[in-house]
Each structure stands twice: as structure tokens, then as C-alpha cells.
């Protein structure tokens, strides 16, 4: 097994995941790089997860919360316990191939420029399937894993620059977070990477996406599903959670027309899964926060490198990527794109 020169912290948050554990873990030990540190931070489990990691794999650091604090307390748990250079997040309901780390190592390496990296991230039960290849950025609040749910091909084997990474598979250097600071346990779940990815460009530190460096995700496996009350509460105050602390008043007015188009069809969505009391519950939550977000914002920008200008054009060029994205999924589908197209034609 070949040796790394930087170590790396891979951070695992697990909430009654012990069965996945078992996959994960196993994918870590066989890895081509052997230079790393693992930290499983639980966030209470009641499935027997400490005590699996404890009796097989005693090498693991592990972190024990007494209670559910959710993904942004327990990866910045793992984040504080060390002070690797490198940072791994990694979800529990995910298996590397072997090389994973030396790819994400190497870009590193060869890229001193760019500040964190996203890996190819593919399903787990379908590998000729993407489940996101860096993370692009929507205006209007929310984020998305380019290429989620199209066929891998051509178009994602190239190397570059993207908005942001997924942090449920993303090697970050420490730097960044002394930079920026950790994620915002506010957030809980959900949308917290999405924040990360956008006070990073605000800041001029910038992601690289690095295809030779694959993760096969399960995905959802903490909460169930991909849509429930949680997921819709959550996802509701934590888009507006994104834009309070992130734009001027200027870049909301600018943004404004998007940000409507996003938010009404968010809740076309959310009338269709019959989710319109988590929904209220979650613009109740938003609306509350808006002081502390706004304070948050008056704090965060100190660290701004960009002008209002610059940080538009960086945002569009995302939303341009994931719109393309999409369309390219829907073309795969047999399906027809004139809505993105009227979108893209008034707004991009």
C-alpha cells in the first residue's frame, strides 16, 4: 500500500448508520493512500453504531455527542479534534474506490491554487450513474450536484474549476476553514454545504472537480427519504438561511426576479408531496431568524474578496451550469426543456 505524503482527517457524522458503517470503513481501509486519520463523530445513536465502531475498528477516532445535533455540529466536532492539513467529509452511506484519496491528494498537489476539491460522486446501486460531480448554485437558494441522476459520460471525465463541493464527500484544505470558519450549526441539515460553497466565493477561494477520485452514495440514508416534514422544513428556512447571510441588499434586488421564479416553484413541489405544514413551519423559522441571519451577514463580509458585480457573475455562471445540467438530464429522459429555455433566455 502506498503512503501519502499530507495526511488528511476524514470525518464520518453517523446517526444510527451502523450498517453502513461496515461498507465505509471497509472502502477507507483499502485505500491506495494509508497516510490519514478517521473520525467518526455519532450524533447519539441508538442503533449499536459506537459500539461497532468501537469493538471493529479501534483505530477509529470516535466522537460521542450525547444527543442529534445534526450534520454541522458533528462535522465541525470532527473538524476541531485535529489539525490535519487536510480535511475529508465523508457521509456514512458511501463507499470509495481504492484511489479516491491519492486523486483528491494529487489534484491537491498539482493545484496549490484551488482551495477544496470534489470528488465524482456516483450512485451506489446504479455506478453508471451520477449522483453529483461538483455542486453548482441556484440564485433563488439552493444548490445542485451537477449531473445528479444522468448517465456518466464525457461530459463529467473533465478535470476543473465548479462553484462548490458536496460535503458528503469533499476534501478541504484546513486553511479554508481558518478562513471562513466551520459550517453553521444554525442550519442543522440540509443546504449547510451550500452556504460553505457560497462564503467561499465570496472570499476568492475556489473549488476544483476531480473525476479520477470516485465515491458511490447511497443517499438520504439518515433521514429515510429524500422528501418527508423534515427534509421540506429544513430545506425551506435553510434556502432563506443562504440568501439572508450571503447577499447585500443590492445582489437581492438584482436577484430578486430568480429568487421569486425558484421560491414558487419550490412551493408548487411542496403542495404536490402534500407538505404545506412543514413548509409554513419552515418560513415561520426563517422569518424569525432574519435579524440573526442579517447579523451573520455583517460579520461574514469582512471576509468578502469580490464586489457585488463579480459576486453576480459568479453566481450566474453556476446557475448557467446547473441549467444546463438539468436539461441534459431531461434530454436523456425524453423530455422536453422549453420552460428552462424561457428561463434561461429572460434571466441568464
Known amino acids: 500500500m502506498g503512503t501519502c505524503e499530507q495526511d488528511i482527517n476524514i470525518v464520518i457524522p453517523n446517526y444510527n448508520g451502523k450498517d453502513f458503517l461496515r461498507t465505509c470503513l471497509a472502502s477507507i481501509q483499502g485505500q491506495t493512500c494509508s497516510s490519514y486519520q478517521v473520525t467518526v463523530v455519532d450524533n447519539g445513536s441508538a442503533d449499536g453504531s459506537v459500539e461497532f465502531v468501537r469493538d471493529r475498528y479501534p483505530a477509529v477516532?470516535?466522537?460521542v455527542l450525547p444527543a442529534n445535533k445534526g450534520f454541522s455540529a458533528a462535522v465541525n466536532a470532527g473538524i476541531e479534534s485535529s489539525a490535519h492539513p487536510f480535511v475529508f467529509l465523508l457521509n456514512n452511506d458511501t463507499e470509495l474506490a481504492a484511489d479516491c484519496l491519492e486523486q483528491l491528494l494529487r489534484a491537491a498537489a498539482d493545484r496549490p491554487e484551488f482551495d477544496f476539491f470534489a470528488?465524482?460522486?456516483l450512485s451506489y446501486h446504479e455506478r453508471?450513474?451520477?449522483?453529483?460531480?461538483?455542486?453548482?448554485?441556484?440564485?433563488?437558494?439552493?444548490?445542485?450536484?451537477?449531473?445528479t441522476m444522468e448517465k456518466d459520460g464525457e461530459a463529467y471525465n473533465r478535470p476543473g474549476p465548479v462553484f462548490g463541493a458536496c460535503a458528503g464527500a469533499a476534501l478541504y484544505r484546513r486553511s479554508l476553514?481558518?478562513?471562513?470558519g466551520s459550517f453553521d450549526e444554525d442550519f442543522f441539515a440540509y443546504l449547510e454545504d451550500v452556504d460553505l460553497n457560497l462564503r467561499a466565493n465570496r472570499a476568492g477561494l475556489r473549488c476544483f472537480?476531480?473525476?479520477?477520485?470516485?465515491?458511490?452514495?447511497?443517499?438520504?440514508?439518515t433521514t429515510g427519504s429524500r422528501f418527508n416534514a423534515l427534509t421540506i422544513r429544513l430545506s425551506t428556512r435553510?434556502?432563506?438561511?443562504?440568501?439572508?447571510?450571503?447577499?447585500?441588499?443590492?445582489?437581492?434586488?438584482?436577484?430578486?426576479?430568480?429568487i421569486c421564479v425558484y421560491q414558487?416553484?419550490?412551493?408548487?413541489?411542496?403542495?404536490?408531496?402534500?407538505?404545506?405544514?412543514?413548509?409554513?413551519?419552515?418560513?415561520?423559522?426563517a422569518a424569525g431568524s432574519l435579524p440573526r441571519m442579517r447579523k451573520k451577514y455583517r460579520v461574514l463580509r469582512r471576509n468578502d474578496r469580490l464586489t457585488t458585480s463579480e459576486l453576480a457573475g459568479c453566481l450566474g455562471a453556476a446557475e448557467r451550469q446547473v441549467i444546463e445540467s438539468i436539461m441534459r438530464r431531461r434530454r436523456e429522459q425524453g423530455r422536453g426543456n422549453m420552460l428552462l429555455l424561457t428561463y434561461r433566455f429572460l434571466f441568464l
Open 264 to 285: 414558487f416553484f419550490w412551493f408548487l413541489f411542496v403542495v404536490k408531496k402534500r407538505q404545506l405544514r412543514p413548509y409554513l413551519a419552515g418560513l415561520l423559522q
Open 238 to 258: 435553510n434556502s432563506f438561511y443562504v440568501l439572508l447571510k450571503n447577499y447585500s441588499l443590492p445582489l437581492f434586488l438584482r436577484f430578486f426576479p430568480v
Open 119 to 121: 470528488p465524482k460522486m
Open 128 to 147: 453508471d450513474v451520477l449522483d453529483g460531480a461538483g455542486d453548482g448554485f441556484l440564485r433563488g437558494g439552493a444548490g445542485y450536484r451537477l449531473g
Open 177 to 180: 476553514f481558518d478562513r471562513l
Open 209 to 221: 472537480y476531480v473525476p479520477g477520485s470516485v465515491v458511490y452514495h447511497i443517499g438520504s440514508a
Open 61 to 63: 477516532r470516535l466522537i
